[in-house]
């Protein structure tokens, strides 16, 4: 799409290459406090305008078949003669599923329930039927590095006879559940600040009215009209996401089939670091098997015990289904021995708070360091290393310096690290787009390499092989890696597995003692999409690569026409570049230089 002719008159180095309509921006937050003191003085309950009462926000897809005839939105005052927020007492916090698939959901936040301090940070307790009431409610989520707050209204989709049509609680008037289940389907999608904000970022110089103008012009503006997603929404997804979106924490992922011989002690250190456990079984054709399992389906490991009996010690798990009925059936009751769960179950999902669990090292202090990042085609996208064909090093790198504990100078050993990398959406609905395989490689600096700030050159990579030889890449949300690392000096690149894959990302490292930071920084060149359309399958990365990969703060600014006559892009491959292109090269020389010599 050819740039609007208003642009042409305002370009910024900073905006070239920047897809405003596919970043991901931070959750549009709604001051419950305000809100709240607001409907008390006027004496009217709170209507959430953006997640209206309506078949919105239900879904328009599979689900709408799963419906009852008739969908009626109550208030719990409406639907019990004396409804209560949340309970003390443990039990009367049990949920069961509704209509919509999210079994993965209810089992993490099933498992939330068994820390009550934990449950309280999603959870305020200070709200209630009775005092203060207004029909408004707040939860917090972990949403990608940060905290937020989500308000919704009580309003709850009913049956005919009243009954929740979603989660609800296995005590009738108990209706935390059901209200945070509605915001998560809100939070779950949120695509944050306004268009304004968001375009402005990337395009300054223009005021608003002249942005509302434009896009007005171009009958944007519906297409933002929405922002936040749906029951619908949440009827696909991973325990594991729910865990992190309710903690912050740092999942591990075990397959059960393959589970290393210290499980049991694996399980123990994370009953007693109270980490949030859950676990799923394997996919298949019947829905629930004779042993009372149900396939392909999410369950919360409540706890676990080790018992005696007459051949012998058994190591026991127990497990609750978020259905809230239809249990194991087979030896040991509702608990399960070590080897059965081993054997019926494929994916074991830990959440630790911090990474303890991993060192086995509990109690001890652990840093944690957070880098937001992107993958822009033309720029950032390199692809992996097999299969980015030179293009590798284009990724974005990170400097880790591994700083020696006392414990590790004592001790002269390895430290444990925890890397984790997380994509985000850039869709409100994220059963339309599905994850990109991510994941990222470690390479071991060189003592003399350890003080350089800008990225590493093609050559490095062809000549060191990374720590962690065998790459995972995953299409799900979050790719977590546990090394034991010698101290000193490593980058981390992350990556897509194929290239020109576009993506934000969030990049968590703990360790006991670490320094992370970005290299390069605003250095790396980037193209406007169009450009990078335009050439696509054909050299223009050898082009950048030989001129722009060496730059340094004293070069002179070449002009346009010294890089077209020097280079052999057009003449060898019969390129058209015209100057709009060629311009829009110049700028990203330009800036970098700029940059580089800013940091000196």
């Known amino acids: 799409m050819p740039l609007l002719p208003c642009l042409k008159k305002k370009k910024s180095p900073g905006s070239l290459g920047k897809n405003i309509f596919q970043k991901h921006s931070p959750p549009v937050q709604q001051n419950y406090q305000a809100l709240l003191e607001m409907c008390l003085k006027n004496k009217q309950l709170f209507t959430d305008e953006s997640f209206p009462a309506d078949i919105s926000s ?30 003390a007492n443990r039990k009367q916090l049990d949920l069961c599923q509704g209509l919509v ?98 375009v402005h970022e990337f395009y300054f110089g223009l005021d608003k009215d002249s942005w509302s103008e434009i896009l007005q012009s171009l009958q944007l503006v519906k297409a933002f009209d929405r922002l936040y997603g749906s029951y619908e929404d949440l009827q696909i997804g991973q325990v594991s996401e729910a865990l992190v979106d309710f903690t912050g924490g740092v999942n591990i992922r075990i397959k059960l089939p393959a589970a290393p011989p210290d499980l049991w002690d694996i399980l123990t250190r994370a009953t007693y670091s109270r980490s949030l456990m859950c676990c799923q079984t394997q996919l298949g054709t019947t829905k629930v098997l004779k042993n009372g399992l149900v396939a392909g389906h999410a369950y919360t490991v409540t706890g676990i015990r080790k018992v005696t009996c007459q051949y012998g010690p058994e190591n026991l798990v127990r497990l609750r289904n978020p259905w809230g009925k239809i249990e194991w ?148 949300r979050e790719v977590t890696c ?6 000193g000096v490593y980058v981390i690149v992350p990556s897509t597995l194929e290239p020109h894959q576009e993506s934000e990302f969030i990049l968590r490292v703990f360790s006991r003692k670490h320094i992370l930071r970005e290299m390069g920084g605003n250095a790396s060149f980037i193209l406007s999409k169009e450009i990078v359309d335009r050439y696509e399958g054909k050299i223009w990365e050898d082009f950048f690569t030989k001129h722009f990969e060496q730059r340094k703060s004293s070069a002179p600014i070449p002009e346009n026409e010294d890089i077209v006559s020097k280079s052999d892009l057009q003449t060898q491959h019969d390129l058209s570049i015209d100057s709009e292109t060629v311009s829009q090269f110049i700028l990203c020389y330009c800036h970098s230089i700029r940059n580089a010599t800013a940091r000196k």
């Open 58 to 87: 239900i879904g328009t897809g599979a689900i709408l078949k799963k419906l009852p005839r008739n969908v009626h939105w109550k208030r719990p005052h409406a639907l019990h003669r004396t409804p209560v927020f949340y309970a």
């Open 101 to 198: 698939g999210n079994c993965w959901f209810l089992a993490a936040l099933q498992a939330l329930t068994f820390h009550q301090d934990i449950l309280a940070a999603v959870v305020p307790q200070n709200q209630s039927f009775e005092r203060k009431y207004a029909g408004i409610f707040h939860f917090r989520f972990w949403h990608f590095g940060e905290w937020v707050d989500v308000v919704v209204d009580d309003r709850l989709p009913v049956n005919e006879a009243g009954e929740l049509v979603f989660v609800s609680s296995v005590y009738k008037n108990v209706f935390w559940g059901a209200l945070l289940e509605k915001a998560y389907a809100k939070l779950r999608n949120l695509q944050g600040v306004s268009v304004w904000e968001s």
């Open 329 to 476: 059936n087979g030896d040991w009751s509702d608990r399960m021995s070590l080897q059965d769960f081993k054997i019926h179950f494929v994916d074991f999902v830990i959440c630790k708070l911090t990474p303890d669990l991993v060192s086995q090292e509990d109690g001890k202090k652990w840093m944690y360091s957070l880098k937001n990042g992107r993958w822009v085609k033309g720029s950032t996208a390199g692809g992996s290393l097999g299969l980015s064909k030179g293009m590798f090093w284009m990724n974005p790198q990170y400097w880790l310096n591994i700083l020696a504990s006392e414990d590790n100078k004592r001790n002269l050993g390895s430290c444990s690290v925890v890397i984790s990398l997380m994509q985000k959406h850039s869709s409100k609905h994220r059963n339309r787009a599905p994850h990109l395989f991510i994941g990222f490689s470690l390479y071991k600096v060189a003592r003399q390499q350890e003080e350089i700030n800008q990225k590493l050159p093609p050559a490095f990579f062809t000549r060191h092989q990374p720590v962690n030889k065998r790459q995972v890449f995953l299409d799900e």
């Open 482 to 487: 546990d090394f034991h690392l010698e101290p």
